[in-house]
């Protein structure tokens, strides 16, 4: 299986404040990368496909980068909504398997 | 807009069968583009992908769960389920249904609310 790793597992940040998450893949994933916000009792929200691109309906200040084994999910000016749970996804191969995920919590 | 709702029991005895459905709006069973999914969710922890159906019957699963899990699609209710055989407490979770699409390459793109199972006697 294609192990996800996510940094950091937790963060503080403020309001306008720009977030950055990492994944990191066991093997190389090409652009086989998924991005999705978890807010406590809801299931995933899809924020970024395809290790960059922006879900229809998602905000612009969201955007994700990388290839290979390394990525990354940007928040430009966090906003009061966004302080949720983000997680990674691999698509490459099955099993499909996540990141642990980032917790993003309001400073 | 496409919706996802998950049913089934709350609670399940150790060694018995977890069944669970997911019935679908807004969208078809039967399309030729999307697959359909369980995911779950142990409590405070992960996601951990189970399986995927396609709308001709082909099932796509976990190893680590297969020789426990049944996926199944009936169309014509416009529904899809879960069976998970011989269930323990690690099965206890939160367990999501999806909607998994191919552009690109494939990701969820459509999720349930959650239902919570909980294994215990």
């Known amino acids: 299986d294609i192990q996800m790793t996510q940094s950091p597992s937790s963060m503080s940040a403020s309001v306008r404040d720009r977030v950055t998450i990492t994944c990191r893949a066991s093997?190389?994933?090409?652009?086989?990368l998924n991005w999705y916000q978890q807010k406590p009792g809801k299931g995933p929200k899809l924020l970024i496909y395809a290790a960059s691109g922006l879900q229809s309906g998602v905000p612009s200040r969201f955007s994700g980068s990388g290839s290979g084994t390394d990525f990354t999910l940007t928040i430009d000016s966090v906003q009061p909504e966004d302080f949720a749970t983000y997680f990674c996804q691999q698509s490459y191969s099955t099993p499909y398997t996540f990141g642990q995920g980032t917790k993003v919590e309001i400073k | 807009q496409l919706q996802l709702q998950e049913s089934g029991p709350g609670l399940v005895k150790p060694s018995e069968t977890l069944s669970l459905t997911c019935t679908v709006s807004g969208g078809s069973t039967s399309s030729r583009s999307d697959y359909w999914g369980w995911i779950r969710q142990p409590p405070g922890k992960g996601l951990q992908w189970i399986a995927n159906i396609y709308y001709n019957g082909n099932t796509y699963h976990n190893p680590s769960l297969k020789s426990r899990v049944s996926i199944s699609v009936d169309t014509s209710k416009n529904q899809f389920s879960l069976k998970l055989s011989s269930v323990t407490a690690a099965d206890t979770a939160v367990y999501y249904c999806?909607?998994?699409?191919?552009?690109?390459?494939?990701?969820?793109?459509?999720w349930g609310q959650g239902t919570l199972v909980t294994v215990s006697s």
């Open positions: 093997q190389t994933i090409s652009i086989h």
């Open positions: 999806a909607r998994m699409v191919v552009i690109l390459q494939p990701y969820f793109d459509s």
